[in-house]
């Protein structure tokens, strides 16, 4: 069983640009979150999508978007990149709840 | 919001040594799991465990969500096991939907 598969899975943008991180979750899982992993906030929730619907949003800028494909792959996108936005993206799939699997990132260098 | 805390939130072992993670959470749970992060910055999933203990090889772990705690026991320690280690928390918002919050992590340094 395939795992959680993110593209690409390193990526060096220039300021002012936008970017779109992909996620292919678990055959069967519906759920697909987004999180961001920086050495300072650690750890931090985007948003989750389910049957195409975002159902939760964390405390990022209106920047930060995503969406939801019908067959579950889900798409992350920032707009007008910032220095600070360089982190480890992470993207989990689940059943509806439940155990999260994550994929292996997408490291996001803004220069 | 629900807080998670981990401590240590460094530990150093001599190959070998056996260990205790701990993860304090501020609120009841809908579920909890443990990952180790690798090198790579992959979450590795280690225990899916909203109550009760689990074991796998030379690790274990407790949840006694009554307490608001997890423990995650690492045996025999080996220099693989080195890495950051997450707890993470899902909770119910309003909606009725599931949040997970993670921790600050466990940062462990095996040596040979």
């Known amino acids: 069983k395939a795992g959680v598969t993110q593209t690409p899975r390193y990526l060096i943008k220039t300021r002012g640009q936008q970017v779109t991180l992909s996620c292919s979750p678990i055959s069967g899982h519906r759920s697909v979150s987004w999180y961001q992993q920086t050495p300072g906030q650690g750890l931090q929730f985007l948003f989750e999508?389910?049957?195409?619907?975002?159902?939760n949003k964390g405390n990022f800028p209106g920047r930060f978007s995503g969406r939801q494909f019908s067959n579950s792959r889900s798409e992350m996108n920032v707009s007008t990149l910032e220095l600070g936005d360089s982190a480890l993206y992470l993207c989990?799939?689940?059943?509806?709840?439940?155990?999260?699997?994550f994929g292996q990132g997408t490291r996001l260098t803004v220069v | 919001g629900i807080q998670v805390e981990q401590s240590p939130p460094d530990l150093i072992l001599q190959e070998g040594a056996n260990s205790t993670l701990r993860c304090n959470f501020s609120?009841?749970?809908?579920?909890l799991q443990w990952f180790h992060q690798n090198p790579w910055g992959q979450l590795i999933n280690l225990f899916y465990i909203p109550s009760g203990t689990k074991q796998n090889g030379r690790l274990s772990a407790t949840t006694v969500a009554t307490e608001r705690y997890s423990l995650l026991y690492i045996s025999s320690s080996q220099t693989t096991d080195s890495g950051v280690y997450f707890c993470a928390v899902g909770t119910l918002s309003s909606g009725g939907y599931q949040k997970v919050t993670f921790g600050i992590g466990t940062k462990l340094q095996v040596i040979p």
């Open positions: 989990a799939s689940s059943l509806v709840q439940g155990e999260a699997f």
């Open positions: 609120d009841s749970v809908n579920n």
């Open positions: 999508y389910f049957s195409e619907t975002q159902r």
